[in-house]
């Protein structure tokens, strides 16, 4: 009699598997070479950051500064603050709420002279931004 050997792998097994491995690897290398480039989500939050309050400026009614915290009075009256709070900055409303519009800050800076609002951030990273607002009349 013959015996039947079932040990082993088989021609069409082992070409399955090379054809398998060779489509599992040219999905994951590009996906690795994405995770190696640099990430620019803080460049992204601080210019969403910066934007928001352009929009908050070009809506108010009134812009003061009180001991570096941003006072704007917008068209229904509210009196909106944007001040440092530990390593974030928040926006509250008449004094309630707690919106963090950015975070992982070392320091932030606003200055107010004539009509141009000027806004100075630095990331706990050491990377500063400026950005000069008008204010409309």
Same mark, same amino acid.
């Given at each position: 009699?013959l *015996?039947?050997?079932?040990? =082993?792998?088989t +021609?069409? @097994?082992t070409l399955?598997? /090379? !054809?398998? /491995? %060779?489509?599992?690897? !040219?999905?994951i290398l590009?996906l690795?070479? +994405?995770?190696? $480039?640099? *990430?620019? %989500?803080? @460049? /992204? %939050?601080?210019?969403?950051?910066? !934007?928001?309050?352009e &929009?908050?400026v070009?809506? &108010?009614t009134?812009v003061s500064?009180?001991?570096?915290e /941003?006072?704007?009075t917008d068209?229904m ?5 944007i &001040?440092k709070? =530990?390593?974030?900055v ?5 004094e309630?709420?707690?919106?963090l519009?950015?975070? %992982?800050i070392?320091?932030i ?8 609002? !000027?806004v ?6 050491g990377? *500063?931004?400026?950005? *000069?607002?008008y204010?409309? $009349?």
């Open positions: 009699m *015996a039947i050997n079932s040990k =082993g792998f +021609l069409i @097994e399955f598997c /090379l !054809t398998l /491995l %060779s489509i599992m690897l !040219t999905i590009p690795l070479k +994405l995770m190696e $480039s640099p *990430a620019y %989500s803080h @460049e /992204l %939050s601080v210019i969403q950051f910066f !934007t928001f309050i &929009s908050e070009n809506t &108010s009134n500064l009180l001991q570096n /941003l006072l704007i068209t009256g509210r009196n909106i603050r &001040s709070y =530990g390593d974030t928040r926006r509250q409303v008449n309630t709420g707690h919106e519009l950015i975070t %992982s070392q320091s800076t606003f200055k107010l002279k004539d009509d141009i609002l !000027t100075h951030l630095t990331l706990k990273e990377t *500063a931004y400026d950005k *000069a607002i204010i409309p $009349s």
